[in-house]
């Protein structure tokens, strides 16, 4: 089993910044890709960005040049650097880990990142 704790959401002025962390525990792979997901108010979850094992990182468009995802193997923790915030990032931001080649996927609880106009 894999747990994923994340921290660092909050209320934020657009324009604004913030990152969160998420720190994975239990039966980690190498091979595992982690990342971030968001889901706003009567939306789907939708992918932010995504980093593999390698550091190689993906992005939706709405978040590419404003958001930087990178991971500390050592520790097994993916940061989002989210910086010129705008108030429809307002979303829970969802850490989530990919088991390579099985397709199984686990989630954090979620913590909420909300941007005032």
């Known amino acids: 089993q894999v747990q994923l704790v994340e921290s660092g959401g909050g209320l934020v002025n657009a324009g604004g910044s913030l990152r969160l962390s998420c720190a994975a525990s239990g039966s980690i792979r190498s091979s595992d890709a982690m990342g971030w997901y968001r889901q706003a108010p009567g939306k789907q979850r939708e992918l932010v960005a995504l980093v593999s094992s390698g550091g190689s990182t993906n992005y939706a468009a709405s978040v590419k040049d404003r958001f930087t995802a990178s991971r500390d193997n050592a520790k097994n923790t993916v940061y989002l650097q989210m910086s010129g915030l705008q108030p429809e990032d307002t979303a829970v931001y969802y850490c989530?880990?990919?088991?390579?080649?099985?397709?199984?996927?686990?989630w954090g609880q979620g913590t909420q990142v909300t941007v005032s106009s």
């Open positions: 989530n880990l990919r088991r390579m080649y099985s397709g199984i996927n686990w």
